[in-house]
């Protein structure tokens, strides 16, 4: 089985603050890796898949980048809507990171 | 746009089944993988498995063998059933939209809002 894990677990940071969350899969998974927001009793929310593509209708201050096992999500210029904890997931056995959880400092 | 609407019985008791189905609107059901994760209050995500329109599946090892998840393409509805429910299987059920791309790669694209399901005699 394919394990991931996010790093950190929690983060706080400030409004226009650059923050960055760390993925790493116990195997090497290529660019099959996606990145999903969920906020307090929503659904998860699809930002990026295939490592660096942005999903329609997410804004650009959201990135991606990384290959094999190490991978990472950036946010520049935080803004007030970007609180949440966010999930890296493979795709090649469905497997999810545990979450960071991103807070306002 | 498309949705995704779950729905079923909020409490089960042990040891008994549990039967969720998830209702798709405003799009197609043919060509998506029609799948299931669920949410412990405070925990991480898990993948339960997929049912493809034609009625394939695959699941998540960890919980193969207590679970059956059907498609009834003329609804335009899909369904779980979690067998031999303990309280460890209380938790957010969120069906989703699973969309394969030309590469390969594999992503949840539409969710439903969820239905927190509860163990408990």
């Known amino acids: 089985d394919i394990q991931m894990t996010q790093s950190p677990s929690s983060l706080s940071a400030s409004v226009g603050d650059r923050v960055t969350i760390a993925c790493r899969a116990s195997q090497s998974i290529s660019k099959y890796l996606n990145w999903y927001q969920q906020k307090p009793g929503k659904a998860p929310k699809l930002l990026m898949y295939?490592?660096?593509t942005l999903q329609s209708g997410v804004p650009s201050r959201f990135s991606g980048s990384g290959s094999g096992t190490d991978f990472t999500l950036t946010i520049t210029s935080l803004q007030p809507e970007d609180f949440a904890t966010y999930y890296c997931q493979e795709s090649y056995s469905t497997t999810f990171g545990q979450g960071t959880r991103l807070e306002m400092k | 746009q498309v949705q995704l609407q779950e729905s079923g019985p909020g409490l089960v008791k042990p040891s008994e089944t549990l039967s969720l189905t998830c209702t798709v609107s405003g799009g197609s059901i043919s060509s998506y993988y029609w799948s299931w994760i669920r949410q412990p209050s405070g925990k991480g995500l898990e993948w339960i498995g997929y049912v493809y329109y034609s009625g394939s599946t695959n699941y998540n090892p960890s919980l193969k063998s207590r679970i059956t998840i059907s498609i009834d393409t003329s609804k335009n509805q899909f369904y779980l059933k979690l067998s031999s429910v303990t309280a460890a299987d209380t938790a957010v059920y969120y069906c989703a939209r699973g969309y394969y791309d030309r590469s390969g790669h594999f992503y949840f694209d539409y969710w439903g809002q969820g239905t927190l399901v509860t163990v408990s005699s």
């Open positions: 295939a490592a660096s």
